[in-house]
């Protein structure tokens, strides 16, 4: 296979697939305009334009997708990543026209379709329809060989440590913690998340609390709460990182901050009542579903916790190309 189609909506998803695709020049990068706000593309890419069909945005993203003329080429497969709306329109298509769909991050689980939502159902849906199944861990082939996956499964480890891994970060234990919220399940009681981190930035002075604020204006709406914390404007996937790796702990809604924090050695309290990364929890993920919850349970980390290599050590997609050369 020497014509792949990468196709992302997302930053998260373009972080993610931007060393496989640096990596070989059988894929071809291909953007639905999802996050026209956070994604900076500085490769050469096509674009699928995001249509207006009604009020509905999933929806629109779906239909603009399924409407797009680009999986009309002659495309060997096409690559997906992830649990987006734009990974399951993707994939939708391509099915729908016989291409076969790769499956990058298969089988990550958490069996609650409302947590996260709609992501969780995106990404079953997607692993139904795949031929081949890139794993990021042991548990997540496992969670696929049990559902009866249909295709080939290879546990590749996760592209987001390769995406890491190449900053050649040194994690030490300081004063800053790292916050990021942004899920669709929290914007409901996001005004009592962002409380609940006022009042720990307030008990915890000798601390500094960083809150990268996301653009979504449900969120924006409520930084007038911060007078302690540092709320700071979107921060570039480095700098991001380069904070990652000198806090002392991080509080965080996130799947993917959930890999790196790991792998770097740092605890996160996860503002959510269920995670797919199940491997972490307990030893690096401590689930804090609710505002109360986390202020009784955050703690500062006081020593460096080791490496964690669930999700591979920077080698994946070294591990990709290998599977897809011999297919």
Known sequence: MNN?????????EYIKCLPLLKSSNRYKLVYVQQHTDLVKLDLEH????????????????????????????SWDAIMVQGDTVVAFAAALSAFNKNIEVIHLEAGLRTYDTKNPFPEEGYRKMIDCISSYGLCPSHQSVCNNIKEGFCGQ???????SIDAIAKYNL?????NKVLVTLHRRENWD????????????ANKYTELEFILPIHPNPLITKHASIFKKVKVIQPLDHKSLCIIMADCNTIISD????????????????????????????????ILTPTPEILINTFLPQTSQLPKSLVYGDGDSCIKINEFIENM
Request: glycine letters at 8%.
């Open 4 to 12: 792949i189609a990468i196709i992302i909506g997302t930053r998260p």
């Open 46 to 73: 096509e674009i699928v334009p995001i249509q207006e069909y009604g009020e509905n945005r999933l929806n629109n993203i779906i239909s603009s997708i399924l409407h797009s003329r680009i999986l009309d080429k």
């Open 170 to 174: 040194i994690p030490k234990i300081t």
């Open 153 to 159: 499964l290879v546990n590749v480890g996760n592209t």
């Open 254 to 285: 996130s799947g993917g901050i959930q890999e790196e924090a790991a792998y770097l050695g740092k605890k996160i309290f996860c503002c959510r009542k269920t995670t797919e990364r199940s491997e972490l929890l307990d030893t690096y993920v």
């Open 189 to 200: 009681i996001i005004e009592g998340f962002f409380e609940a981190i006022e009042f720990l």
